[in-house]
């Protein structure tokens, strides 16, 4: 063997060991983060009000923690069925009906997973065959893309426009599909733009999907998170239980991102194809996790309420402060961000974002992020303090104050 010389190890032999290179061609191709350097540059920056992460700046409601401490207290510490526990199902189950009118079996068609990360994940592995194309409104979710290629499939993004509200039109997935499409993934209350389908664009996409056979794959994590609208749940849509797998979560609504506790919905066959993958790379989903979602549908429903009450509260301020500053913003009618133009400055999106970060320390993210289609504009997080987003907004006024005079006539 040979050394570098410096690090004590072999160094990479030339010949066949060279060229078979030192990881997959798969993941080589991944694109990489467009988020990945905006935060390492947010790492390295002082006194920043960030509204650059997407999750809830509330602590889980503490009746939840005290029932995943009880549960563990009480030996419950070992795995669970593959399929999570059976009072977890049968509650998501009852859960769903009672929203949304939607029945799933819950002994048949549910599953718990370690976050809505690897519910997507085993969706697309089980779904989806090699060189299979799947349709993705964009901006999109920055995962979207890399689980699908990792899937070995092709990615076709359907871009959205701010004229529409972002939502995606069923004109414009039609205009895309192609012999080798297999599904369409959604992610709807969007992430990042805010926008929400309503029924008569969701009846349309379902309209094509069965039209042209295709699977849907629907990303609902933040369905509770809502404001004056309806969230509608894509399998209720007439045709589509069958050919929807139905993806949500515990994260955004009860405010338990760190649990890592999602869930899938689907049709006996698909779930079980699901669950292959599930047991071998995850064998089952947190258990304190679990124990802790119970309590959650058991008595959080009041604080679900009030932290959508307080998110819609800032949503309306923040929409606000953008619009009156000068940046044209679609309102959000669900999640928990807004998708500000920037384009009225002059500068493009990451160059915004990170003149932003270093003047007035302030972090949102660049939304060329999320796809080509969000270039020119920027994801704006309002799950934070209602006084920290006004001072943000105070200093973001400031920036696009010099920007649009430097930019103004001469």
């Avoid at 979710?141 to 499939?153: C, D, E, F, K, T």
């Avoid at 999907?209 to 990303?219: K, P, Q, T």
């Amino acid at each position: 063997m040979t050394n570098d010389g410096h690090s004590g190890y072999p160094a990479v032999s030339s010949g066949h060991e060279a060229r078979r290179g030192l990881h997959s061609e798969t993941v080589a191709g991944l694109p990489a983060s467009g988020i990945r350097r905006f935060f390492e540059l947010l790492d390295r920056a002082e006194g920043v009000i960030s509204l650059a992460v997407g999750q809830p700046d509330f602590a889980t409601p503490a009746q939840i923690t005290n029932a995943a401490a009880e549960a563990m207290l009480a030996g419950h510490t070992g795995y669970t069925s593959n399929y999570g526990l059976p009072e977890l199902r049968e509650m998501l189950s009852s859960q769903l009906e009672r929203l949304y009118g939607v029945r799933y079996s819950p002994e048949r068609e549910l599953m718990l997973t370690t976050g809505v990360s690897e519910a997507l994940d085993i969706a697309m592995r089980a779904l989806i065959d090699h060189d299979d194309e799947v349709l993705t409104p964009e901006p999109c979710y920055v995962a979207y893309q890399p689980v699908v290629l990792m899937a070995g499939a092709r990615y076709v993004p359907v871009p959205t426009y701010p004229e529409d509200a972002f939502m995606v039109t069923a004109e414009a997935i039609e205009e895309r599909i192609t012999p080798a499409t297999k599904a369409i993934l959604l992610g709807y209350p969007s992430n990042p733009t805010g926008a929400v389908l309503d029924r008569k664009t969701m009846e349309e996409i379902a309209d094509v999907a069965r039209a042209h056979d295709l699977f849907v794959i629907s990303d609902e994590l933040y369905d509770r998170l809502v404001y004056g609208v309806e969230h509608v749940c894509f399998p209720t849509i007439e045709g589509m239980h069958e050919r929807t797998i139905l993806l949500g979560g515990f994260s955004k609504a009860y405010a338990m991102t760190g649990w890592r506790l999602g869930w899938v919905a689907a049709p006996p066959h698909l779930l079980e194809a699901m669950m292959k993958i599930h047991q071998y790379v995850m064998m089952s989903a947190p258990t304190a996790a679990q124990y802790a979602a119970v309590e959650a549908f058991a008595s959080a429903e009041e604080d679900v309420r009030g932290m959508v009450a307080e998110y819609d509260r800032r949503r309306r301020m923040l929409v606000d402060r953008l619009r009156a500053m000068g940046l044209p913003t679609v309102e959000p009618r669900g999640a928990f961000y807004a998708f500000p133009d920037i384009r009225p400055t002059g500068l493009d999106d990451l160059a915004f974002a990170e003149a932003l970060l270093e003047e007035e320390h302030v972090a949102m993210v660049p939304g060329s992020a999320f796809g080509e289609s969000g270039r020119g504009f920027v994801r704006v997080c309002y799950a934070a303090d209602y006084d920290d987003i006004a001072e943000a907004m105070n200093r973001t006024e400031r920036f696009v104050a010099r920007r649009l005079a430097a930019s103004g006539p001469k």
